[in-house]
Structures are given as structure tokens and as C-alpha cells.
């Protein structure tokens, strides 16, 4: 029935709203099947009417940038919803101070700070996510994470309603907070610090070239696995990995990086067991070895 109701609503939009659609090439890992809905709206409006006809009656998963999610290769059994264009604006509100949209990209929202004289944003350059994806996770890189530069939230809820979250609403911690999982993020406020274009500029410079040192680039890897854990030990996961892990395991096609150990990697065509296996055998062997356990970074989407 569901179905019938959306195939229904999708001819009276502009929206794209799409049944069975492959999500393989919506995700670095480049790992994945179908989903049996997908949709992207492109005004707030038309988000708004398809979250009150979908509403409860179906799982929904948010989809940024792709760059931390593990697809299975399975059918998702509900809808993804991946925010489109109209949802990437980028303007000031004051001299120091952002409006960015959710699904613009942290390195665009870097850029557009770095063109207004606003530092503090630098670190966003070197990491590939969507706004949206940067407050779920709490981002962050080189000793610095959304936390420390984001004022203000507006979201929606799966009901259709809109309202705004200050950050003093929420409880961050490293890679995450306590927001509902229930919520679209549509837009966020960030406050930097006025600072002449050309230091921002060398900064981004550095931070560029020590992430290309130590971080593998251009592969079909959705970055750190592992979240490092900071309550268990001072050791970085590479690290626990490397003391670990035989080197040069691989599941099929699902490799780890030997430029950084946290760094998962579709080879070729690996499939998602391949994957989840190589995730669940570096899991296990850090405890056995070690007693730590890890916790993932990455999304996995069943």
C-alpha cells in the first residue's frame, strides 16, 4: 500500500522519487544493493509531505556524502533520503558567523569560510562528509570537531515537524551526541574567527598535506573504521591493529590499507560480507589480544 501511495505522490512532485534503485555508487565503499525507496527532495516543502505520508510506516535512513556507510547487499526493507541541492546553500550571517546546508560537503563550507576571512573551519577541508554527516558524527580532525565551531541546528523531524536545537541542547562527545536518531538535519549555524585569507590558506595547506602523509586517497575506502578508543587506552587503533592483526588479511576483495591500518578497502568488487567479515575479524582479534574493544566509526546500513 505504501508504495501505491508514494508511486502516487511522486507523479504530483518535481522530486525524484525512486522504487528498487541501486545505492551502490551513493557510497565510497562502492558496497551495496537496492533500496526499495528512494528519494531526494529538492525544496522543504516537498520533504515535508513525503515524511507525513511515510511516517511510521517504514524504516528511513539518511543518506550524506557516503563517505562512512556500509551498505549490505540486500534490498533495504524502507526509504533512503538524500537531501538535494536546493538543501546545500551557503551564506553569512554575520562577519565570523555561517549558514550552511545539510547536505553541503564540510570542504565546500571550509572553502566558503576561507573566502569570507573565517578561520577555524580549516579542518573541515580534510574530511570528505556533508554537513548533515559531520553532526551526526560530531567530525572532526588535527584536535578539532564540530562541537567546537557549530551554534545551532535546524532539523525535522519524521513527523514533518521543524524546529531549531542550540548546541547547549546537546550532549557531544567524541564521534557522536546524544541527538534523536529520528531527526533530518537541514541546516546548521557556525561561528569561526575573522582571519586574513592568505593564513587560512597556508593552514588548509598543511592540514592537506598531513592527512595525504599518513591517509591512503583515491581508493573505495569510507576512511576510519575504528573509532579510537580514548576511555580504554592512549594507543591510536592503527596501532592496536598492527600489534593484532597478521599483515595482508583480506576477505575476497576487502583489504586494510597499509598506508593507515584503520583504513578499510574495496580492492576491486568486494561484496558486504566480504567486508563485514574483515570488520568482524580485526574486531575480534584487537580483543583477544589486546582485551579493547572496538567500536565502529562507519554505518553499517542492514
Known amino acids: 500500500m505504501i508504495i501505491k501511495d508514494l508511486e502516487k505522490f ?32 529538492d525544496s522543504l516543502k516537498e ?17 550524506g556524502a557516503g563517505s562512512n556507510v556500509l551498505f549490505n547487499d540486500k534490498t533495504f526493507q524502507g526509504s533512503i533520503i538524500k537531501l538535494g541541492k536546493s538543501f546545500s546553500n551557503l551564506s553569512l550571517l554575520n562577519k565570523d558567523t555561517i549558514i550552511a546546508g545539510a547536505s553541503s560537503t564540510q570542504k565546500k563550507l571550509s572553502e566558503f569560510a576561507k573566502d569570507n576571512n573565517i578561520g577555524g573551519l580549516e579542518f573541515m577541508s580534510c574530511i570528505p562528509g ?29 513527523d514533518g515537524q521543524i524546529r531549531t536545537i542550540p548546541t547547549s541542547k546537546i550532549n557531544f562527545k567524541y564521534r557522536g551526541n546524544d541527538l534523536p536518531k529520528d531527526i533530518i538535519f537541514l541546516s546548521a549555524t557556525f561561528r569561526g574567527s575573522i582571519k586574513t585569507k592568505s593564513k587560512i590558506q597556508n593552514y588548509m595547506k598543511e592540514l592537506k598535506e598531513k592527512k595525504e602523509a599518513s591517509q591512503p586517497t583515491r581508493l573505495k575506502t569510507s576512511g576510519s573504521t575504528f573509532k579510537n578508543p580514548k576511555d580504554q587506552t592512549s594507543k591510536k587503533v592503527w596501532e592496536l591493529i598492527k600489534t593484532s592483526v597478521p599483515n595482508n588479511i583480506n576477505f575476497g576483495d576487502a583489504v586494510i590499507s597499509e598506508k593507515h591500518l584503520n583504513f578499510f578497502v574495496n580492492k ?12 568482524d575479524y580485526v574486531k575480534n582479534k584487537v580483543k583477544d589480544k589486546t582485551g579493547i574493544s572496538l567500536d565502529l566509526e562507519i554505518v553499517i546500513v542492514e
Open 10 to 41: 511522486s507523479s504530483k512532485i518535481k522530486s525524484d522519487v525512486l522504487f528498487d534503485y541501486e545505492i551502490k555508487n551513493y557510497n565510497w565503499f562502492n558496497i551495496g544493493g537496492k533500496t526499495k525507496v528512494f528519494f531526494k527532495p
Open 268 to 279: 576491486k568488487n568486494a561484496s558486504y560480507q566480504e567486508m563485514k567479515s574483515l570488520i
Open 130 to 158: 556533508s554537513v548533515g554527516g559531520g553532526i551526526r558524527m560530531n567530525s572532526g580532525c588535527f584536535n578539532k570537531e564540530f562541537k567546537d565551531v557549530l551554534i545551532s541546528l535546524q532539523v525535522i523531524d519524521f
Open 47 to 63: 520533504l515535508i509531505e513525503f515524511l507525513k505520508l511515510y511516517s511510521h510506516r517504514g524504516k528511513i535512513f539518511i543518506l
